[in-house]
C-alpha cells in the first residue's frame, strides 16, 4: 500500500483547519523527489525566495554568454527519464537554438531542463517572434507557458527601464507560478518580473512598480486599478499575453480586459492561450485581433498519459469510497475537487479524521495562507491537497500522479482542466470520478463533448498505467 498509513494529523503539515505548525522537514514520502526538480521555489510572501533577480554581474553563468562552451557552464536539473506521451513527444525535430533567440535566453532554457520545444512551442514561438498576434489551443500541461514568455522574453530588452510585456491569469497562484517561470526562463538576462495580484497590500505593489519592471505578471483587477492610478505605465508594453484566455474572457474578467486595453499602446501584439476555446473567445478574437494567427492542437481533446474512470456511488459512500481509494492506489500526490467552498473545508476535515493528512485550499482563504498551502504542497509536504476550482486550470506540480472530483464538475471545459493536474508533460495520470445518480447524465455529456470514454472503475487499478 503505497498511500500509507499517514502521519498523524498532529504531526507537522496542515491539518484540515490549516493551522500553520507546518514542518515541511517532516516530509517522510517520495513524492516530492519525483519532477520536484522544476520547483519553483519560495512564493511572494514567504520566508525564504530564490526569485532574486539580482543579475548577471553577480551570476557567474552569465560571465560566460559570450564563451563558445557556454553550454557546459549551465546546470540543468536531473535528467526526468520517465516515458512521455505524444502530446508532448510529437514534434517536426526544431531546437530552440533554431529560433536564432539571445543567448542569455537559451541559457535560461537549457538550464530550466527543457532540451527540445514541445509541439506547442514550435508552432507558436517562430510566430509570436515575427510579431503576429496568436491564438493558439494545446492540451493540458504540454508547455504553453514557455510557448509565450520564450518570445516575450525574446522581445524585451532590459536596457529599457519599462514595462515591455504584461502576462494575464486568472488566479493567484497561477500569477506567481507564471512569474516563477519568468524569472527562471530570464534568469541570464537580468529580467525584472513583477507579480501584482489581488490579495496582496496595495501600498506595497505602489512601492515595488516604482522601482520598474520590465515583465508584469498579474490578475486583472490589481493591474487594472494601478493603471488607473498611474502607477503602472502600460504605454511601452507591446506585448499582453492572456494565459487561460478563455477563462479571462468570461463575464467576470471581460469588461476589465477591456479597460485594460485602452492603456496599451495602439501597435500591440496579443497571445491569447487555453486548452478550452469556447465561443466567446471567438468573438473577442473577431472583435480585437481579426488578423490573428491560429494554432489548434487538439484535434483529440483528453491527455494521451491520462486514464478516466468513474465509480458509481451514493453521496453518503463518497467518503467511504475516497478512502478505499487511498488505501489501494499508488498515490504521488492528489488533487481532489469538489464543487464548493463549504464542501472543501467538510472534505479536508473528513479526510483528516480518517486519519489522513490533508491540505486544502480555495478563494475564501486569507491571501497568505493559500501561498503557504501552494508553496508547501509543491514541495511535497503533504500528498494530498483538496481544492476548489482555484486549482483547476493551470497548477502545474509535476508530482500529482491522481485527480479525483469528489464532485463532478458541470461542465467539459472545467473537467478538462481539472484531470489535467495530472499527467503533466506527457507523463501518466489518473483521474477519478465519484459518480451519483444526479450526474449520471453529465457524465454522459461530458464524454460526448469530449470524444473520450471514462470507464468504470476495475476492482484494481494497474499502477503502471499513472505512476
Ligand atoms: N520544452 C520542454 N521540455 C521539457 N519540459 C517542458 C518543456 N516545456 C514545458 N515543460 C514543462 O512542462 C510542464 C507543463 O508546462 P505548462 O505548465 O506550461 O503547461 P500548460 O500547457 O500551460 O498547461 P495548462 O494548460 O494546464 O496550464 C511544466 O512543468 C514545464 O516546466
Given amino acids: 500500500m503505497h498511500y500509507g498509513r499517514p502521519r498523524s494529523t498532529h504531526q507537522g503539515g496542515y491539518n484540515a483547519y490549516g ?40 551570476n557567474p553563468a552569465a560571465a560566460v554568454a559570450n564563451d563558445d562552451n557556454w553550454k557546459e557552464t549551465l546546470k540543468p536539473p536531473q535528467k526526468d527519464n520517465r516515458v512521455k506521451t505524444k502530446d508532448v513527444t510529437g514534434t517536426k525535430g526544431n531546437d530552440f537554438e533554431d529560433y536564432f533567440l539571445k543567448r542569455e535566453l537559451l541559457m535560461g532554457i537549457f538550464e530550466k531542463g527543457y532540451e527540445k520545444p514541445s509541439p506547442i512551442q ?62 527562471e526562463l530570464g534568469k541570464h538576462m537580468n529580467v525584472d518580473c513583477m507579480v501584482s495580484t489581488g490579495g496582496t497590500s496595495l501600498r506595497e505593489d505602489i512601492m515595488r512598480f516604482y522601482q520598474g519592471a520590465h515583465v508584469v505578471v498579474a490578475t486583472p483587477g490589481r493591474v487594472l486599478d494601478l493603471a488607473n492610478k498611474g502607477v503602472v505605465d502600460l504605454s511601452n508594453c507591446n506585448i499582453l499575453v492572456m494565459d487561460e484566455a478563455d477563462k479571462l474572457l468570461s463575464p467576470e474578467f471581460q469588461p476589465v480586459i477591456e479597460e485594460l486595453f485602452r492603456f496599451l499602446p495602439s501597435e500591440r501584439q496579443i497571445l491569447l492561450y487555453s486548452a478550452t476555446f469556447p465561443v466567446t473567445v471567438k468573438q473577442f478574437k473577431d472583435k480585437y485581433l481579426p488578423d490573428a494567427h491560429e494554432i489548434n492542437l487538439m484535434e483529440e481533446l483528453t491527455l494521451q498519459g491520462v486514464t478516466q474512470f468513474y465509480a458509481f456511488v ?47 485550499i480555495h478563494a475564501r482563504m486569507m491571501q497568505n495562507h493559500r501561498n503557504r498551502v501552494f508553496h508547501d504542497f509543491r514541495n511535497g509536504a503533504c500528498r494530498c491537497l483538496v481544492s476548489s476550482d482555484l486549482f483547476t486550470r493551470g497548477i502545474d506540480i509535476q508530482s500529482v500522479n491522481v485527480v479525483i472530483n469528489f464532485d463532478f464538475p458541470k ?20 483521474a477519478i470520478n465519484l459518480i451519483t445518480f444526479e450526474d449520471r447524465f453529465n457524465l454522459y455529456r461530458i464524454e460526448q463533448e469530449l470524444g473520450t470514454e471514462i470507464r468504470p472503475i476495475p476492482s484494481s487499478i494497474d499502477p503502471s498505467i499513472y505512476t
Avoid at 517572434?129 to 522574453?153: E, Q, S
Wanted: positive net charge; contains cysteine.
Fill in 19 to 58: 493551522g500553520p505548525g507546518v514542518q515541511p522537514g517532516r516530509s517522510n514520502y517520495g513524492g516530492a523527489s519525483m519532477g520536484m526538480q522544476h520547483s519553483a521555489g519560495g512564493y511572494q510572501g514567504m520566508p525564504s525566495s530564490n526569485y532574486n533577480m539580482s543579475g548577471s554581474a553577480s
Fill in 122 to 183: 514550435e508552432e507558436s514561438i517562430p510566430v509570436a517572434l515575427a510579431g503576429k498576434n496568436v491564438l493558439a489551443r494545446a492540451k493540458n500541461g504540454t508547455g504553453k507557458t514557455a510557448a509565450f514568455v520564450i518570445p516575450l522574453l525574446e522581445k524585451t530588452s532590459t536596457m529599457k527601464k519599462a514595462i515591455q510585456g504584461l502576462i494575464l491569469v486568472p488566479t493567484r497562484e497561477l500569477a506567481l507560478q507564471t512569474s516563477a517561470v519568468v524569472k
Fill in 314 to 360: 451514493e453521496e453518503r459512500q463518497k467518503v467511504h469510497c475516497l478512502n478505499t481509494l487511498f488505501s489501494k492506489l499508488q498515490i504521488n500526490q492528489a488533487i481532489i475537487f469538489c464543487n464548493s467552498v463549504t464542501r472543501v473545508e467538510l472534505l479536508a476535515r473528513k479526510i483528516t479524521e480518517l486519519g489522513y493528512s490533508c491540505f486544502f
Fill in 411 to 430: 461542465n467539459s471545459e472545467t473537467y478538462l482542466h481539472r484531470i489535467g493536474r495530472s499527467g503533466r508533460y506527457g507523463h501518466l495520470g489518473l
